[in-house]
C-alpha cells in the first residue's frame, strides 16, 4: 500500500466547486484520477485515451470526456496531442498553487492531505 500527497485545496475547494457547483463529479473523478496517476507517481503528465480513463475510473467514455472537458475549461488540465490520431497527454495543473517568486510575503499555504490507498480501493485519509 502506498501514500499519495493530495493538496487540501483538492478536497476543500475543489470537490464541492466540480461537485455541487458545476454539477460535474465525473470531472472530479478524472482530476482525482490524473492526479493519482501523475502526481502519485512523481510524473508530470499521463497519456492515456477516454476508453482507458472510463475503464479505470468506471466512468462511460461521454462521462470522461465532458469532464476533461470542463477540466480543461477551467484550466485545471492541460491536453496535449502529437498528431489529430495520437492518444493525448494529459497534464493536470495547480493554478491554487503560487510559485515562489510570485507569492505574498506571508500567505498562508495549504497543507497537504495524505491518502493510503492500495490502487484498488478508495484510500483512507490521513493528516
Excluded: C
Excluded at 71 to 79: A, D, E, G, K, V
Aim: proline fraction near 6%; avoid cysteine.
Amino acid at each position: 500500500m502506498r501514500k499519495m500527497m493530495i493538496d487540501s485545496y483538492i478536497l476543500d475547494t475543489l470537490m464541492r466547486d466540480l461537485v455541487g457547483h458545476d454539477k460535474a463529479p465525473s470531472a472530479f473523478v478524472v482530476f482525482i484520477y490524473l492526479w493519482r496517476r501523475t502526481s502519485g507517481m512523481r510524473l508530470r503528465s499521463l497519456t492515456a485515451s477516454l476508453q482507458e480513463i472510463a475503464n479505470d475510473t468506471g466512468l462511460s467514455k461521454s462521462a470522461v470526456q465532458s469532464g476533461l472537458k470542463l477540466l480543461s475549461r477551467r484550466r485545471l488540465i492541460r491536453t496535449e496531442r502529437e498528431s489529430l490520431t495520437s492518444t493525448p497527454r494529459h497534464f493536470p495543473l495547480r493554478p491554487w498553487v503560487r510559485s515562489r517568486r510570485t507569492s505574498k510575503p506571508g500567505a498562508k499555504k495549504q497543507k497537504p492531505i495524505s491518502v493510503v490507498s492500495d490502487g484498488n480501493q478508495p484510500g483512507k485519509q490521513t493528516q
